[in-house]
T-cell receptor, first 115, second 116 residues
Framework: ETGVTQTPRHLVMGMTNKKSLKCEQH?????MYWYKQSAKKPLELMFV???????ENNSVPSRFSPECPNSSHLFLHLHTLQPEDSALYLC??????????????FGPGTRLTVL | AQKVTQAQTEISVVEKEDVTLDCVYE???????LFWYKQPPSGELVFLIR??????QNEISGRYSWNFQKSTSSFNFTITASQVVDSAVYFC?????????????FGAGTRLFVKA
């Protein structure tokens, strides 16, 4: 495997279900990100992990719960979602450098539909 | 505050035409980085280029070229002799040196249709 992988690629869930999205990066990076991409909205940064520590949480509802067990893996646990949470969820990783010149590399995304 | 504006929502061209995608940014920092990403229908954002604020040299990579002008706060992207495979959504992004990738701001994207 190379780059950033995400599973599953597609997910349909009811509002009472609990599911998890998985992201794995094979680039040796030290930071990982979750983004939400909804139709007609800009890319929204949800969470950032730097060396497994959460550094950003952009006012994301508690029904989204991230987990970063190590620098290569990132999860997004979902529970009691709403239909408006239907979107493409993108994972990214980067190598944080002192100059701030880190470039994010993205996975293919998980297309989530909440019924 | 940082901001990225891609005023063109959609552009449609015929194959072999040249097309320029506009990107205008705002930042108060003197050191910053600008990016372009391509998002084909498969969904993955593919990194195309990064420029830093101290390097205003234009760059060419095959059919792609980028024009960075600090005087107008623009970082435009030109595809020469477009092809159907260029059809995608293109995002311009900005990050400031003091926050790095943690605060990367993306534009709304420009959807490019290239017709055969």
């Amino acid at each position: 495997e190379t780059g950033v992988t995400q599973t599953p690629r597609h997910l349909v869930m009811g509002m009472t279900n609990k599911k998890s999205l998985k992201c794995e990066q094979h680039l040796g990076h030290n930071a990982m990100y979750w983004y939400k991409q909804s139709a007609k909205k800009p890319l929204e940064l949800m969470f950032v992990y730097n060396f497994k520590e959460q550094t950003e949480n952009n006012s994301v509802p508690s029904r989204f719960s991230p987990e970063c067990p190590n620098s290569s893996h990132l999860f997004l646990h979902l529970h009691t979602l709403q239909p408006e949470d239907s979107a493409l969820y993108l994972c990214a990783s980067s190598q944080v450098v002192s100059t701030g010149a880190d470039t994010q590399y993205f996975g293919p995304g998980t297309r989530l539909t909440v019924l | 505050a940082q901001k990225v504006t891609q005023a063109q929502t959609e552009i449609s061209v015929v194959e072999k035409e040249d097309v320029t995608l506009d990107c205008v940014y705002e930042t108060r920092d003197t050191t910053y980085y600008l990016f372009w990403y391509k998002q084909p229908p498969s969904g993955e954002l593919v990194f195309l280029i990064r420029r830093n604020s101290f390097d205003e040299q234009n760059e060419i990579s095959g059919r792609y070229s980028w024009n960075f002008q600090k005087s107008t706060s623009s970082f435009n992207f030109t595809i020469t002799a477009s092809q159907v495979v260029d059809s995608a959504v293109y995002f311009c992004a900005l990050s400031e040196a003091r926050t790095g990738g943690f605060k990367t701001i993306f534009g709304a994207g420009t959807r490019l249709f290239v017709k055969a």
